[in-house]
Nanobody
Framework: QVDLVESGGGLVQSGGSLRLSCAPSGSIFAFNAMGWYRQAPGKQRELVALITDFERTTYADSVKGRFTISRDNGENTVNLQMNNLKPEDTAVYYC?????????????WGHGTQVTVSS
């Protein structure tokens, strides 16, 4: 069982910033990749940003240039710095950890943290 504890969500005005953190119950080095997904009301869950164990990063087009994902090896966290937030960024943000020992990938999820951006 893997627990992912998220923190840092909240309410912010358009143009503001928030920083999300995700702390796994084990080491971040145990996973092949970690990242953040989000789900807005009435929409499907979508990838926001992902960082691999080789620190390759992937971003949704809608957040490129505004969001930055990083790993803090000392704190054992994966963080998402979100700048210039827009109302359309409003969603529940979920931490995701991926483990793929062979061909099958296992996904683990946090409980989610609410991000609300007011216009």
């Amino acid at each position: 069982q893997v627990d992912l504890v998220e923190s840092g969500g909240g309410l912010v005005q358009s143009g503001g910033s928030l920083r999300l953190s995700c702390a796994p119950s084990g080491s971040i080095f145990a996973f092949n990749a970690m990242g953040w997904y989000r789900q807005a009301p009435g929409k499907q869950r979508e990838l926001v940003a992902l960082i691999t164990d080789f620190e390759r990063t992937t971003y949704a087009d809608s957040v490129k240039g505004r969001f930055t994902i990083s790993r803090d090896n000392g704190e054992n966290t994966v963080n998402l710095q979100m700048n210039n937030l827009k109302p359309e960024d409003t969603a529940v943000y979920y931490c995701n950890a991926q483990w793929q020992p062979q061909t099958k990938r296992y996904d683990f999820w946090g409980h989610g943290t609410q991000v609300t951006v007011s216009s």
